[in-house]
Each structure stands twice: as structure tokens, then as C-alpha cells.
């Protein structure tokens, strides 16, 4: 089987890099290493979607999705340290650099843990739900997600999405219709729609 940054393992040699990036008005300083998704810099969707998005005032843990190195997940929690986030990738290496990243950006409100999508959160449920999916693992892999989501959100609470139009979000936008009772473009930037969707 080949290997991708969604692998649980990876057999690429070790070669960390650490850099600084500012996301929500925080520099942040991000250790990253080969076999991770954007190991040079933060994504591009993935910067459209922390800056998107918008804490709602749900109680409740937030939950970054596929949190690679951690970008997403550790830039809110940085923010919002009254917040708890849950952070799960199926990447241990990924795992790793997460958690040494909210070391050395002293964030403590992180709960940082190995979840193959929702396979180690059953039971768990969760105001707010972030993911940049993993697009190359297929529709089917990428709209269960949507369906797991739906289910571990608490009523009222939100999923939001970041998506190329050219990578599905037309029929993402679709899913997440028949899943949900609301669904919002929140923004499109250069071919990237950040799409919410609404437990209701």
C-alpha cells in the first residue's frame, strides 16, 4: 500500500524543521517533518479556514479533525484558552509534532490523541467541529466524516469545512444538505469554499 500523510506509519526518514507562522494574530512556531500534510508551511485552505472561522457560544470541547502538526486546532486554542480543544489524527508522526508544538507555543487546553476519523472519540460530543479533509482518501472516506460529524456535534453545534470547488465542494455542500437543517458558504477564496454547517 502506498504511503500518505493520512498513513497511520510512515517509514520517511526523520528531518524536523521548525518556522513561525501568525494565524489569528498570534506567532505561532510550528516543528514540522516529512510524511505530514504542508510540512514547509501552513496550507493555504487551511489558513482560509482559521481566519473564516467564528467561535459560536455553544458550551462544549471543539474538535480539529485531521489536525496533522496541529495549525488549526493550536491556533484557536491559543486564542481561546477558556476553550477546550480536542485535536485526532490517524498520523502517529503527525500526533507527535502536534503535541511538541503546543509545547513550545505553551498551550495547555489541548487534548492531542490518535483517532482513525471518530474510531477513539465514541461517546464524546462537541460544540464545534473543524476539518480540512483528507480529499485524496476518496468521497466516500471524506463524506462518512461529514456523517460521523453530524452525529458527535451537540445540538445547535457546528461543522465548518474547507474545500476546493475543482476538489468536490459543490457536491460536499450537497451532503452536508442532507445531513443538516442549515448550510452557509462562509467564504471562497482563489477556488477554496469554507462551508458551515448547522446541527438544528
Known amino acids: 500500500m502506498s504511503e500518505h500523510y493520512y498513513s497511520k506509519r510512515t ?4 528531518d524536523e524543521k521548525t518556522w513561525s507562522f ?4 498570534n506567532k505561532l512556531s510550528f516543528t514540522t517533518d516529512h510524511a505530514v500534510f504542508s510540512k514547509s ?7 482560509v479556514l482559521i481566519e473564516s472561522f467564528a467561535f459560536n457560544d455553544l458550551e462544549g470541547p471543539v474538535l480539529d479533525l485531521g489536525c496533522g502538526y496541529g495549525p488549526i ?5 491559543k486564542e481561546r484558552q477558556d476553550r477546550q480543544v480536542v485535536m485526532v489524527d490517524v ?18 487546553n489541548v487534548t492531542i490523541k490518535p483517532s482513525d476519523r471518530f474510531s ?19 468521497k466516500k472516506v471524506v463524506h462518512s466524516m461529514f456523517e460521523e460529524a453530524e452525529e458527535s456535534l451537540l ?27 442549515e448550510v452557509e458558504i462562509v467564504t471562497k477564496n482563489k477556488g477554496y469554499y469554507i462551508l458551515k454547517a448547522k446541527k438544528v
Open 11 to 14: 517509514e520517511a526518514k526523520s
Open 22 to 25: 501568525t494565524l489569528r494574530g
Open 41 to 47: 508551511e501552513v496550507d493555504f485552505g487551511s489558513r
Open 73 to 77: 486546532g493550536l491556533s484557536l486554542a
Open 91 to 108: 498520523n502517529e508522526r503527525a500526533l507527535e509534532l502536534a503535541k511538541k508544538n503546543a509545547r513550545q507555543n505553551g498551550i495547555e
Open 120 to 138: 477513539n472519540l465514541q461517546g464524546e460530543t462537541f460544540a464545534t467541529i473543524l476539518t480540512n479533509p483528507p480529499i485524496r482518501a476518496g
Open 155 to 181: 445540538p445547535e453545534g457546528e461543522l465548518w469545512v474547507v474545500i476546493q470547488k475543482k476538489q468536490g465542494a459543490p457536491s460536499s455542500k450537497d451532503k452536508l444538505e442532507e445531513l443538516f437543517g
